[in-house]
């Protein structure tokens, strides 16, 4: 048996030394950081407009309700009241009255205050003259001459 001089070369007829060999680990690997999303905006709620309730249609139209004409001559009762002596709102407004009885027409109300004004308008000027014929007659007994 030869002794080799190269301490690298190995006799060939001498079987290979095994040696332990050592655990294989995996290179540590950073760790990733998650994957997020890009933030959002939150969004107003989406609010649609009030709609205005739906009625049914009335199953047949309503009639036109048809406003009965004035009486004119009730009309001209009540200015009479205001402007002419106090008989003629009296005698106009009870003609106005049995017309809008017959008739049917509208300014009963009318007629009425006419007719009221003028009863008061009678019954202010009776004491007015009432008040007055007192005055003269106190007057009268009275002597206009004092004795001092």
């Not at 003269?136 to 002597?143: D, E, F, G």
Request: glycine share 4%; net charge neutral.
């Amino acid at each position: 048996m030869s002794i080799p001089t190269d301490p690298t070369q190995q006799p060939q007829n001498s079987a290979p030394e095994q040696q332990p060999q050592a655990p294989q680990y995996a290179a540590p690997q950073q760790p990733q950081a998650p994957q997020y999303a890009a933030p959002q905006q939150p969004q107003a709620p989406q609010y649609a407009a009030p709609q205005p309730p739906q009625y049914a249609a009335p199953q047949q139209p309503y009639a036109a309700v048809q406003q009965k004409p004035t009486n004119t001559l009730s009309i001209i009762a009540l200015i009479s009241a205001f402007v002419l002596p106090f008989v003629v709102p009296v005698v106009l407004g009870h003609i106005s009255l049995s017309q809008i009885k017959k008739t049917g027409e509208g300014g009963r109300g009318l007629a009425l205050a006419a007719v009221i004004l003028g009863y008061v308008e009678i019954a202010l000027w009776l004491l007015f003259i009432i008040a007055m014929i007192a005055l003269v007659a106190i007057a009268a007994t009275t002597s206009s001459y004092s004795s001092f």
